[in-house]
């Protein structure tokens, strides 16, 4: 029985372990990458329509990308944990901008809208009606933890992983950011 135990044990470590290192493959696959952020999104306000923000010298991104996989409602419900990043982007005269935007397909589009109307979420968010943002940036992997990038002055991927959840990696992403805005919003070489 014991034997059977460390056995299970192994195999789960093992699994762990695999996961991880497909993990890892998929952020090195995606750093470097040019996401495309289409036009044709409509932009929100406390679930309104709203003219799309124009920020003069943004030159750092972060997005925030919701999909048909993941339960967009839910993630609207959660939007306020970003208000450190709203924060970061204020601080930086919006040289620094997040971009959230949700993608939840035909099926889901009613129930994310009622969301958005609901939320005191005080920040523009993009809901891509017509998935354009997943078919333009089809190397965006299925993995919801990979869902979440910084992007540098020419809309490369930088970083990835959700900050407004994970202090350490929050962090990093500060840092990253201060170091790009002091570069004209590329990494120092």
Not at 13 to 22: I, Q
Not at 89 to 112: C, D, I, L, Q
Not at 149 to 167: A, Q
């Amino acid at each position: 029985m014991k034997r059977l135990m460390l056995l299970c044990v192994i195999y789960a470590f093992l699994c762990v372990s695999c996961e991880d290192a497909r993990l890892k493959k998929e952020v090195e696959r995606l750093k470097g990458t040019v996401i495309t952020v289409p036009e044709e999104m409509e932009c929100l306000l406390l679930g309104k329509n709203t003219v799309v923000p124009d920020y003069p010298g943004t030159c750092v991104r972060l997005v925030a990308y919701y999909d048909s996989t993941g339960c967009a409602s839910c993630a609207v419900h959660k939007l306020d944990y970003w208000d450190k990043v709203v924060e970061l982007s204020v601080a930086t005269a919006n040289r620094f901008v997040p971009m959230f935007v949700f993608s939840p397909g035909k099926s889901k589009m009613g129930e994310t809208s009622f969301a958005l109307k609901t939320t005191s979420f005080n920040y523009p968010v993009y809901l891509d009606t017509a998935g354009l943002f997943g078919m333009l940036n089809q190397s965006i992997p299925d993995n919801l933890l990979l869902h979440t990038f910084l992007l540098d002055r020419d809309n490369r991927v930088v970083l990835v992983g959700d900050p407004s959840v994970n202090d350490p990696l929050w962090e990093l992403y500060v840092s990253t950011i201060n170091g790009m805005l002091a570069n004209n919003g590329v990494l120092e070489q």
